[in-house]
């Protein structure tokens, strides 16, 4: 049996670290600029706590780890809006990348696939799309 | 050091409960061992309770995998497939250069075998 699936470039993968209590005020700040969807896990960090001494403890160790998929005409955006409610602009508070994504895929509705068709077909930019199959074996 | 320059790392998110079976299928059927995962928290944009914040949020699972950079094809579809990402809330999958990596192979082990 012939199946397919659908492959989206043009993405990219935001990768945010903050201290944990913060990922819901960023993910928050992320849907509104429009990500779709996020991913949160926790982790331990290091770095700028070592270096202030007793003011350190102002720092917490425990960090949560936010990662974003983002279609590359959105993402200035979204990695602008995440930026400022993350606060990051303030010493130890976290930091932000941006890694290129060779492709993603996901299941994507049929009417989203023709609504993304009708777009490239109007020349507007966005996330591209790409239809691959296999043989099913 | 032996490390390679050709690779691909290969990044599931999946629903709570598929990685496992998964590493344990690559295991078998394609005789991959360099599969980790480890656990978070999703949240999509289309919740019901979206107005009450960020959204419904569910256990996921991070997998994680290296792949030799002329397989990442082949092992991209099979993994989507193999994963049940073809599903809704089947989870999503993507694909990212690597630098650079080392080998990993796990040595043979006569007692295991028997």
Redesign the interface.
């Known amino acids: 049996m012939q ?1 397919e ?1 659908t492959v989206l470039t043009d ?1 990219s ?1 935001i990768t945010c670290v903050v201290q944990r209590g913060k990922a ?1 005020g960023v ?2 700040a992320a ?1 509104d600029a429009g ?8 982790g331990q960090g290091s770095g700028v706590r070592e270096r202030l001494g007793l003011l350190g403890l102002a720092v917490d160790v425990e960090k949560e ?1 936010i ?1 974003i ?1 983002c279609g590359d005409d959105q993402l200035d955006q979204v990695f602008e809006k995440m930026f400022v409610a993350a606060e990051l602009d303030l010493p130890g508070a976290g930091i932000m990348y941006v ?9 994507v ?1 049929k009417d989203i696939i023709e609504r993304i068709h009708q777009r490239d077909f109007q020349g507007r930019g966005g996330v591209g799309i790409d239809i ?1 199959g ?1 043989d099913g074996k | 050091m032996n490390a390679s320059a050709n690779a ?1 790392l290969i990044t599931c ?1 999946l629903p709570k409960g598929r990685a496992l079976a998964l590493q344990r299928t690559l295991l078998a059927e394609q005789q991959l061992v360099a599969g980790n995962f ?8 289309d919740s019901h309770i979206r107005d009450r ?3 419904e ?1 569910q256990e ?1 699972e ?1 997998f994680e995998l290296i792949v030799p950079a002329q397989k ?1 094809d082949d092992l ?2 099979f993994i ?2 193999e994963a049940g ?13 690597v630098k650079m990596s080392t080998e990993f192979s796990l040595p043979d082990v006569t007692w295991e075998a028997e």
């Open positions: 199946r699936f993405v993968l819901e993910v928050q849907q990500a779709q969807g996020a991913t949160i896990h926790y780890i990662t998929l890694t290129q994504l060779d492709k993603a895929a996901t299941f509705p691959a296999d | 691909k998110i480890h656990f978070g928290r999703g949240v999509g944009r914040g960020i959204g949020q996921r991070i990442a991209f579809e989507f497939f990402m073809d599903e809704p809330h089947g989870g999503m999958i993507f694909i990212t250069d």
